[in-house]
């Protein structure tokens, strides 16, 4: 049995001062999942979203939504 492991990654538009979180997109197609963590913090707690959840608010992000 393989035990994927989340590949994390910061985006390029995170330079404020480390108010960042990074994100493991390589979890979506094998376990429907976008884990979240706080770059502050590597080894404190993941959230993990459904990857129709996460897409939505990546979309409402760039749509400008509140």
Request: proline share 6%.
């Amino acid at each position: 049995m393989t035990i994927e492991t989340p590949h994390w990654f910061t985006s390029s538009y995170s330079n404020n001062g480390g108010a960042c979180v990074q994100v493991a997109v390589n979890l979506t197609a094998t376990r429907g999942i976008v884990p979240v963590r706080d770059t502050k913090s590597p080894d404190g707690p993941t959230l993990n979203f459904l990857t129709g959840a996460f897409t939505s608010f990546v979309t409402g992000i760039k749509e400008g939504a509140s």
